[in-house]
């Protein structure tokens, strides 16, 4: 059974910074992609950033680049999303997702998520 367990969600001031952590275990896939979405209240859930296998490939949504950057260590499957200068429309639960095929930024080709973390930023 594939478990995705997130963890560093918090409050934080506006132009702070937070790092989330996920930790997958319960699978034996290989080169899979993981990644992160959010959703805020009242809003669909959104892609925020994903990476592939080797790491080569990562992509970013337009409203988090240059400010998140996402990372993963295979040796003990895991990926984390380092936060700076976070804004009050950051505020959401962040999902940790995984991907068997590889990289993905559509919530419909996502095959496991976890159960969420919330990241509050106030202005």
């Known amino acids: 059974q594939v478990q995705l367990v997130e963890s560093g969600g918090g409050l934080v001031q506006a132009g702070g910074s937070l790092r989330l952590s996920c930790a997958a275990s319960?699978?034996?896939?290989?080169?899979?992609?993981m990644g992160w979405f959010r959703q805020a209240p009242g809003k669909e859930r959104e892609f925020v950033a994903t990476?592939?296998?080797?790491?080569?490939?990562?992509y970013y949504a337009d409203s988090v680049k240059g400010r998140f950057t996402i990372s993963r260590d295979n040796a003990r499957s895991t990926v984390d999303l380092q936060m700076n200068n976070l804004k009050p429309e950051d505020t959401a639960v962040y999902y940790c997702?995984?991907?068997?095929?590889?990289?993905?930024?559509?919530?419909?080709?996502?095959?496991?998520w976890g159960q969420g973390t919330q990241v509050t930023v106030s202005s």
């Open positions: 990476i592939g296998w080797s790491s080569a490939s990562t």
């Open positions: 319960g699978h034996t896939f290989i080169r899979y992609g």
């Open positions: 997702t995984l991907t068997q095929r590889g990289i993905s930024t559509m919530v419909t080709s996502v095959d496991f």
